[in-house]
Nanobody, 124 residues
Framework: VQLQASGGGLVQPGGSLRLSCAASGRSFSSYAVGWFRQAPGKEREFVAAIRRSGHTYYADSVKGRFTISRDNAKNTVYLQMNSLKPEDTAVYYC???????????????????WGQGTLVTVSS
């Protein structure tokens, strides 16, 4: 499966953005999809994920502000980001894998397929 992330940009603190992760290939609905981010000088970190069942998971730092969802008919996963903060500034990556389980869903090393990343900058 190939992934294409989009939707990043410059937004003021308190603003919103919606990222999209579009997938090519069949059986996308059988994949778990995660969003990760990497800020300059920092390691890649987990943001949110959605399993094929529709169950969702969030990092504590984004819980209540970000919402992950999927539209299997469009082979797309979304990350709605509200109340953005400067510390949300990073390159955001989407990733997918068919073998993700609850204990590995927040670990980037278990995802086999990655998109190219989209830059989110939160600044006034």
């Amino acid at each position: 499966v190939q992934l294409q992330a989009s939707g990043g940009g410059l937004v003021q603190p308190g603003g919103s953005l919606r990222l999209s992760c579009a997938a090519s290939g069949r059986s996308f609905s059988s994949y778990a999809v995660g969003w990760f981010r990497q800020a300059p000088g920092k390691e890649r970190e987990f943001v949110a994920a959605i399993r094929r069942s529709g169950h969702t998971y969030y990092a504590d730092s984004v819980k209540g502000r970000f919402t992950i969802s999927r539209d299997n008919a469009k082979n797309t996963v979304y990350l709605q980001m509200n109340s953005l903060k400067p510390e949300d500034t990073a390159v955001y990556y989407c990733a997918a894998d068919q073998s993700i389980i609850i204990t590995t869903i927040a670990s980037s090393q278990y995802y086999d397929y990655w998109g190219q990343g989209t830059l989110v900058t939160v600044s006034s």
